[in-house]
C-alpha cells in the first residue's frame, strides 16, 4: 500500500538532529515559552520575510487571535472562501463576526479578487485569502481592495510554508499572516502548533498577551487573553525540520512536475502554477468527473488518496445560514471533482510511477 503521507520516512532522514533537540530542552527542563520558542519565531519569520513571529498551539489559534488582535467582533464581517478547512471560518465566528463567502478561482482555486468587492459592507472589517494547497492567493488585487476600502488583510498561509507570491513568501504580504504546523504540513511539529507573522509591533505585543492569558507579567492580566502556547519540544523540533524546508519543497516540486510528466495526456485536470507563484505543493490535487470511481480504483490497487475538501464550508450544518446572496457555484463544483493524490518529499519514483499507470489504466477503462 503506498501511503498518502509518511512521517516514518521524514523522521528516518533526520532522527540524529530530532533526537538531539529534544534531549536538550528534557535536559534544559524549560518546556513553556523558553529559548527555543523565541529562536524559533526568530528563524520562522525571517524564514517568511516578517519582522516579528508569535508562536501558539494550532493554526486554528493563529488564525483566531490574528482576528481577535485585529479587534474584530460581533456585528463584523470578514470576507473568505468556502473552499478551505474549517478553521479559517471558524476563527471568524469565535470572535462573534460572521463569514462572508465568494467564489474561488477555477484554476488555482484560490480566492476569486473579482468576487470580493460586490460582498463589501459598512460592517466588512477583513479579507482572508487561503493560500490553498500550497499555490498563492493572487495578492496584489486583495490589497488593492483592502486599502481601497480601509480593511485588514489576514493571511491563511496554514498550507504554503515557503510559497511565494512575486518572489515575496506568503505570511510577509498581509497584515498578519498565519500558519499550521499540523503533522502533515509541508513544516510540521510532532502535534499541534502554529504561528503569526507581522511586521506590526503593536500586533506583535497583543498577540503576546492574548496567547498568555492576557499577561505580561506573571500574574499581572492587562486584557482578557487565553492559552496558547507552542510547548518548547514543538519548536526546537520545528527548528530542526525548517533547516530542512527549501530541500523538501524542491522535492516536492520534482514530484509535481514529475506526476505533471506522467500523466500527460491523461483526461484530468492536474494542477497548475501561475507565473506569479512558486508553488510547493502541499497537496497534489486533480480533478475528475468521477472523483469517486477513481478513489475506489486507486484504494483497490494499493494506493491511499484523500478529499481535500468534499463539502465546503458553506454547506456544513452550522455554516449553511451564512450562505445567502453568496454564488459559490465553481466552490460546489470542485469539491466534487477534486482527488489528491499521495505527495510527501520522500515519495520514491516507482511510487510515483505506479500511482501514474493506475490512474492511467482507470482513464483507459473509463473510455471503453
Aim: glycine letters at 6%.
Amino acid at each position: 500500500m503506498i501511503p498518502f503521507v509518511d512521517l516514518k520516512r521524514e523522521y528516518e532522514e533526520i532522527k540524529a538532529e530530532i533526537d538531539q533537540a529534544i534531549k536538550g530542552v528534557i535536559k534544559r527542563g524549560r518546556f513553556i515559552l523558553g529559548e527555543e520558542v523565541e529562536r524559533f519565531e526568530e528563524e520562522f519569520s525571517k524564514f517568511i520575510g516578517a519582522r516579528y513571529g508569535i508562536a501558539v498551539n494550532s493554526g486554528s489559534d493563529a488564525l483566531y487571535l490574528a482576528l481577535r488582535a485585529l479587534g474584530i467582533g460581533e456585528g463584523d464581517e470578514v470576507i473568505t472562501v468556502s473552499y478551505t478547512f474549517i478553521s479559517t471560518a471558524d476563527a471568524i465566528i469565535r470572535n462573534g463576526a460572521a463569514p462572508v463567502f465568494v467564489d474561488i478561482e477555477p484554476e488555482t482555486y484560490t480566492i476569486d479578487p473579482h468576487q470580493i468587492e460586490k460582498r463589501i459592507t459598512r460592517k466588512t472589517k477583513a479579507i482572508i485569502p487561503v493560500h490553498i494547497y500550497g499555490h498563492p492567493a493572487d495578492m496584489d488585487p486583495i490589497i488593492e481592495i483592502a486599502r481601497k476600502h480601509n480593511l485588514f488583510v489576514v493571511e491563511d498561509a496554514c498550507q504554503a510554508h515557503g510559497a511565494e507570491y512575486k518572489g515575496k513568501r506568503v505570511g510577509s504580504i498581509g497584515d498578519l499572516g498565519c500558519f499550521s504546523f499540523y503533522p502533515t504540513k509541508n513544516l510540521g511539529a510532532y502535534g499541534d502548533g502554529g504561528i503569526v507573522v507581522t511586521n506590526n509591533m503593536d500586533l506583535t505585543k497583543r498577540l503576546r498577551k492574548l496567547r498568555n492569558y492576557g499577561q505580561d507579567k506573571k500574574y499581572y492580566h492587562d486584557i482578557s487573553g487565553v492559552n496558547s502556547r507552542l510547548d518548547e519540544i514543538q519548536a526546537a523540533i520545528l527548528r530542526v525540520k525548517l533547516r530542512h524546508l527549501a530541500v523538501w519543497n524542491q522535492r516536492r516540486r520534482a514530484i509535481a512536475e514529475f506526476y505533471k510528466r506522467l500523466l500527460e495526456g491523461v483526461d484530468l485536470i492536474l494542477p497548475i502554477e501561475r507565473d506569479y507563484a512558486k508553488h510547493v505543493y502541499h497537496l497534489y490535487v486533480i480533478r475528475d468527473k468521477r472523483r469517486d470511481v477513481l478513489q475506489a480504483h486507486l484504494r483497490k490497487n494499493g494506493i491511499n488518496t484523500l478529499i481535500h475538501y468534499p463539502v465546503p464550508v458553506h454547506m456544513q450544518r452550522p455554516y449553511q445560514h451564512f450562505k445567502k446572496r453568496a454564488l459559490l457555484s465553481v466552490t460546489e463544483q470542485i469539491s466534487r471533482e477534486i482527488l489528491s493524490l499521495p505527495m510527501h518529499p520522500w515519495l520514491s519514483g516507482e511510487e510515483i510511477k505506479k500511482i501514474a499507470i493506475q490512474v492511467k489504466d482507470y482513464e483507459r477503462a473509463k473510455q471503453i
